[in-house]
T-cell receptor, first 116, second 114 residues
Framework: DTGVSQNPRHKITKRGQNVTFRCDPI?????LYWYRQTLGQGPEFLTY????????KSRLLSDRFSAERPKGSFSTLEIQRTEQGDSAMYLC??????????????FGPGTRLLVL | GENVEQHPSTLSVQEGDSAVIKCTYS??????FPWYKQELGKRPQLIID?????GEKKDQRIAVTLNKTAKHFSLHITETQPEDSAVYFC?????????????FGTGTRLTVIP
């Protein structure tokens, strides 16, 4: 499968614990996005990377959230001191070059997080 | 920031009938409008997109129309089939922002009744 992959697919954790999710974008895609989707809503933008540089973060991304893309390939999203309100589907998407017209974003299957 | 509204939230049609989903956007700088289909427990998948330099685009049973003046765009599915049942999301983006991130509507749950 050459599409965007995410791991784990499901995560159950207790409030206050830290969790980390991984996203592997489509090979050679320069742009990588993280979105959060809650039940009955559309995905909401969290942050994006152009290669290894994190260039924009949404106000939704509190200080407890951190994302990295160390070598411009895979990315990790970490949530520290999880809260019940963090329960959601975390989606990763990638797109090709990142210049000129907006390009199609291809989504991964998501990581569903449940904070008890 | 951009605000995308989507209607209806649920839609049931008989197999073979047409389905229409409508979205409005607020930011006149938006110039890219994709539609994603999301089946239960699966990833959002692009089904069609349109850019602001065209008013209509068609791909087999699926078409999208865009009215830049009114800031609204619509998805049309003809000859619906049971496998069209899913949640459909519209989105808007602009190449004038660095991120080109997508702003999504709240989704429409389409049910095609056999």
């Amino acid at each position: 499968d050459t599409g965007v992959s995410q791991n784990p697919r499901h995560k159950i954790t207790k409030r206050g614990q830290n969790v980390t999710f991984r996203c592997d974008p489509i090979s050679e895609h320069n742009r990588l996005y993280w979105y959060r989707q809650t039940l009955g809503q559309g995905p909401e933008f969290l942050t994006y990377f152009q290669n290894e540089a994190q260039l924009e973060k949404s106000r939704l991304l509190s200080d407890r959230f951190s994302a990295e893309r160390p070598k411009g390939s895979f990315s990790t999203l970490e949530i520290q001191r999880t809260e019940q309100g963090d329960s959601a589907m975390y989606l990763c998407a990638s797109s090709p070059r990142g210049r000129g017209p907006v390009e199609t974003q291809y989504f991964g299957p998501g990581t569903r997080l449940l904070v008890l | 920031g951009e605000n995308v509204e989507q209607h209806p939230s649920t839609l049931s049609v008989q197999e073979g009938d047409s389905a229409v989903i409508k979205c409005t956007y607020s930011d006149s700088a938006s110039n890219y409008f994709p539609w994603y289909k999301q089946e239960l427990g699966k990833r959002p998948q692009l089904i069609i997109d349109i850019r602001s330099n065209v008013g209509e685009k068609k791909d087999q049973r699926i078409a999208v129309t865009l009215n830049k003046t009114a800031k609204h765009f619509s998805l049309h599915i003809t000859e619906t089939q049971p496998e069209d049942s899913a949640v459909y999301f519209c989105a808007a983006s602009s190449d004038q922002t660095g991120a080109n991130n997508l702003f999504f509507g709240t989704g429409t749950r389409l049910t095609v009744i056999p």
